[in-house]
């Protein structure tokens, strides 16, 4: 689970280096997060997570409060949150999560983007089984940071499984245990560098570096929307 999820977080990070791009998304989903359970973080564990996404990526505080603004503001757009799934190139599985205010506009990008690659956007639930969806939590190694008691002290609130990489020690739970891993994770005072709910593929695909030179040039034109949030593979 965890080198598929860092693949992901590397391939991601690699597309979306550009800030123009980056901002409005972490800006969108505070904007999203602040409208839906109000503007004070302490009490808004949702918005509490966006913020602390974007600060991760080094959003400049300005472009968060000003996100959190525009919740108030009578002209915000409303934003619906819509899923889409799909096939790519050499059958790779591509499910997308998106926040738009103009469905019709988005649902005839996304079906472009996967119509010019040869692959096609299929029913909603096709590949959900396909995915596990699943809490993920990074926290920056270090020597305070004791992995092994760290995954007892979180098995009450829903840690499945501890990952610990060069850089980060990454706890997963179901996603019905994000809200308990995040109060449980706080109450020890453990620093999150980044959390977020992430679809985890049932059967990890390996792929060719040919082929995923392919494939990552249609992610890369899916992630480039700014109605996409989040993109998930089966690439292992």
């Given at each position: 689970m965890g080198r598929a999820f860092e693949y992901r977080r590397a391939s991601k990070e690699k597309r979306w280096d550009k800030m123009s791009k980056l901002f409005p998304k972490l800006?969108?989903?505070i904007t999203m997060a602040a409208k839906e359970g109000g503007g004070d973080p302490d009490m808004n564990g949702k918005l509490r997570t966006?913020?602390?996404?974007?600060?991760?990526?080094?959003m400049p505080k300005d472009n968060i409060d000003n996100a959190i603004k525009r919740a108030t503001q009578k002209d915000m757009a409303n934003f619906s949150e819509i899923n889409y799934e799909g096939k790519g190139p050499h059958g790779v599985l591509i499910f997308v999560e998106c926040a738009t205010d103009n469905p019709t506009r988005t649902v005839?990008?996304?079906?472009?983007?996967?119509?010019?690659?040869?692959?096609?956007?299929?029913?909603?639930?096709?590949?959900?089984?396909?995915?596990?969806?699943?809490?993920?939590?990074e926290i920056v190694k270090s020597?305070?940071?004791?992995?092994?008691?760290?995954?007892?002290?979180l098995i009450d609130a829903?840690?499945?499984?501890?990952?610990?990489?060069?850089?980060?020690?990454?706890?997963?739970?179901?996603?019905?245990?994000?809200?308990?891993?995040?109060?449980a994770l706080e109450d020890l005072n453990v620093e999150v560098q980044k959390s977020s709910l992430q679809r985890i593929p049932t059967s990890p695909v390996e792929f060719s570096e040919e082929e995923l030179v392919s494939i990552e040039k249609l992610l890369d034109?899916?992630?480039?929307?700014?109605?996409?949030?989040q993109v998930f593979t089966n690439i292992a």
């Amino acid at each position: 689970m965890g080198r598929a999820f860092e693949y992901r977080r590397a391939s991601k990070e690699k597309r979306w280096d550009k800030m123009s791009k980056l901002f409005p998304k972490l800006g969108k989903a505070i904007t999203m997060a602040a409208k839906e359970g109000g503007g004070d973080p302490d009490m808004n564990g949702k918005l509490r997570t966006a913020i602390q996404n974007a600060k991760a990526q080094n959003m400049p505080k300005d472009n968060i409060d000003n996100a959190i603004k525009r919740a108030t503001q009578k002209d915000m757009a409303n934003f619906s949150e819509i899923n889409y799934e799909g096939k790519g190139p050499h059958g790779v599985l591509i499910f997308v999560e998106c926040a738009t205010d103009n469905p019709t506009r988005t649902v005839a990008n996304v079906k472009s983007y996967f119509n010019k690659s040869g692959g096609q956007v299929v029913p909603n639930g096709q590949l959900e089984f396909m995915f596990n969806r699943k809490s993920v939590f990074e926290i920056v190694k270090s020597d305070a940071i004791d992995p092994e008691e760290l995954e007892l002290e979180l098995i009450d609130a829903g840690c499945e499984e501890i990952e610990v990489t060069d850089e980060h020690v990454i706890v997963y739970g179901d996603f019905t245990s994000f809200g308990t891993l995040a109060k449980a994770l706080e109450d020890l005072n453990v620093e999150v560098q980044k959390s977020s709910l992430q679809r985890i593929p049932t059967s990890p695909v390996e792929f060719s570096e040919e082929e995923l030179v392919s494939i990552e040039k249609l992610l890369d034109k899916i992630e480039d929307d700014d109605d996409i949030q989040q993109v998930f593979t089966n690439i292992a």
